[in-house]
T-cell receptor, first 112, second 112 residues
Framework: DAGITQSPRHKVTETGTPVTLRCHQT?????MYWYRQDPGHGLRLIHY???????DKGEVSDGYSVSRSKTEDFLLTLESATSSQTSVYFC???????????FGQGTRLTVV | GESVGLHLPTLSVQEGDNSIINCAYS??????FIWYKQESGKGPQFIID?????DKRQGQRVTVLLNKTVKHLSLQIAATQPGDSAVYFC???????????FGSGTKLNVKP
């Protein structure tokens, strides 16, 4: 398995609270991604990073922010969680060049 | 965003039979395609990939076929086994290098 660790693996939070999910990699890969997975929608890209402090929006970025201060860490923050953000969140990494993405084990987030 | 879709949400096959999972994509500029397998509670795992300069690629018990004329991708699994039961996703990198778009997934049920 690729060296990707997501934390926490499970979280329940209240509406309106801030939440930060962490993705840590040991592969020194350049590209990192945050996806959310919901029934009927597959995997949808939230944000991605192409280097330290270099990030860009994906297709469902509203309500989310990211930061990448080190190569190995990519943080996803929900500034004020809403019930619509209840989902399973996956982090992925790829190296330079057109290669496959490797995924973490996912974080199940429930906003009540 | 990109449109990557799957024809059948659920596919049931008998153990030992061959399985075919289909996927359509919309961006004719896509040049890299991947099939992922996702087991319950886990992140997607890479199965096989194919680049746009190829029509067919074979792996261990799996074959991916690419028809660029009709923008169609398929995954063939030979001698399907119970361990193949999972959700299968196709993904393509679209026009934006290193930015992957996923289909909604097909659930494969293997009957003993």
């Amino acid at each position: 398995d690729a060296g990707i660790t997501q934390s926490p693996r499970h979280k329940v939070t209240e509406t309106g609270t801030p939440v930060t999910l962490r993705c840590h990699q040991t592969e020194n890969h350049r590209y990192m991604y945050w996806y959310r997975q919901d029934p009927g929608h597959g995997l949808r890209l939230i944000h991605y990073s192409y280097g330290v402090k270099d990030t860009d929006k994906g297709e469902v970025s509203d309500g989310y922010s990211v930061s990448r201060s080190k190569t190995e860490d990519f943080l996803l923050t929900l500034e004020s969680a809403t019930s619509s953000q209840t989902s399973v969140y996956f982090c992925a990494i790829t190296g330079t060049g057109n290669t496959e993405a490797f995924f973490g084990q996912g974080t199940r987030l429930t906003v009540v | 965003g990109e449109s990557v879709g799957l024809h059948l949400p659920t596919l049931s096959v008998q153990e030992g039979d061959n399985s075919i999972i289909n996927c359509a994509y919309s961006n004719s500029a896509s040049d890299y395609f991947i099939w992922y397998k996702q087991e319950s509670g886990k992140g997607p795992q890479f199965i096989i990939d194919i680049r746009s300069n190829m029509d067919k690629r074979q792996g261990q018990r799996v074959t991916v076929l690419l028809n660029k004329t009709v923008k169609h991708l398929s995954l063939q699994i030979a001698a399907t086994q119970p361990g193949d039961s999972a959700v299968y996703f196709c993904a393509e990198n679209g026009y934006n290098f290193n930015k992957f778009y996923f289909g909604s997934g097909t659930k494969l049920n293997v009957k003993p």
